[in-house]
């Protein structure tokens, strides 16, 4: 019998989509989780208080420490080889589309599992059901089958005492913290709550050759944002 695989990113969905199929005796065999090297702190430490609680082996996949040149920061500063942008560095990934860093460290560890296994299971909720890949039937979403959102599934980690704190700021998902995906609200949390990767953000902002949002029609620049926020702050205090 081949083996069945549960890919986890250390987020509420895949979290509670594991906890749950071995709560009513689904587990797979194994969790695979791709190392993005972006994660926000409290992800890490979430991380660490679910592996000692789920008692599923958890395969760690780390193509960055094999491929250090596909680390976020490496390959945002590496110049495009060949066509019309040749020479210059690739900056942030586009906003809309595939991205390049998905494609570099997470991508290849998803395909790696579902060749290998009989079933995978990827932890989208029902809000999410336009992501699914009906082209492989191997590939399960058992959030989906559960019609779980994803408010149910934070609501699944605090009754298994593991609440993702994370989420109390605000975010109603999360990605790598330098993606350029965010939406606006979790760009003004991280603005508030996480001022040395904001600065890091407009550093990053500047560097590319794009921009942050590759001039995406309707988009601010980082910049606009915090002076629009800014604008904010000292209308409150004045009123």
């Known amino acids: 019998m081949q083996e069945t695989a549960a890919f986890w990113s250390g987020h509420a969905n895949s979290s ?17 989780h791709a190392h993005t090297g972006r994660e926000f702190e409290q992800v890490y430490d979430f991380m660490d ?27 945002f500063n590496t110049p495009w080889c060949r066509g019309r942008h040749e020479g210059e560095i690739h900056g942030f990934p586009k906003k ?43 590939k399960r979403y058992p959030l989906i089958e559960w019609q779980w959102t994803a408010q149910e599934s934070l609501s699944y980690l605090k009754k298994c005492g593991i609440p993702h704190s994370i989420y ?26 996480f001022p040395d990767l904001w600065n890091e953000l407009l550093t990053l902002e500047e560097k590319s050759p794009t921009g942050f949002r590759d001039g995406s029609r309707g988009q601010k620049s980082l910049e606009e944002l915090q002076d629009m926020w800014e604008g904010d702050k000292n209308q409150k205090r004045l009123s």
């Not at 991205?99 to 999410?128: A, D, I, L, M």
């Open 16 to 32: 509670a989509m594991c906890l749950r199929m071995k709560e009513i005796g689904e587990a797979p065999d194994y969790i695979v």
């Open 168 to 193: 109390d700021l605000g975010f109603d998902r999360l990605g790598c913290d330098l993606c350029p995906k965010q939406s606006e609200k979790a760009l003004r949390i991280i603005y508030e709550h």
């Open 96 to 138: 809309c589309g595939k991205c390049w860093h998905n494609r570099n460290v997470k991508q290849p560890v998803f395909e790696k599992y579902e060749r290998k296994c009989s079933e995978t299971y990827t932890g989208f909720t029902v809000q999410e059901r336009h992501r699914v890949l009906k082209q492989r039937p191997e």
């Open 49 to 75: 208080k679910f592996e000692k609680l789920i008692d599923i082996e958890i395969i760690h996949e780390d193509i960055i420490a094999l491929k250090p040149q596909y680390a976020f920061i490496a390959f």
